[in-house]
């Protein structure tokens, strides 16, 4: 009697031997502790950061109604 080893992600059977067969010329290339830790971390949401208000660009900021990061020069001044 032969055993094949299965298993079942996401409504998909996956021969065992298929799948080592696909990872072991990524491990050998990348090395373990790299493939594992991209397959722990592939599934994991990652917390997209606000930018703040001053990292925005100028007409960003016009566009949701704050004011500008600096004052610039009066232009008469600037010309001289």
Known sequence: MQTTNHLSASGHDLDTQD?????????????????LLTALFARKPRKRRQPEARELSAHIQRDIGLGPAHTPPPPVEFMR
């Open 19 to 35: 799948l080592r067969a696909a990872l072991e010329p990524i491990t050998r290339l990348h090395g373990l502790r790299r493939v």
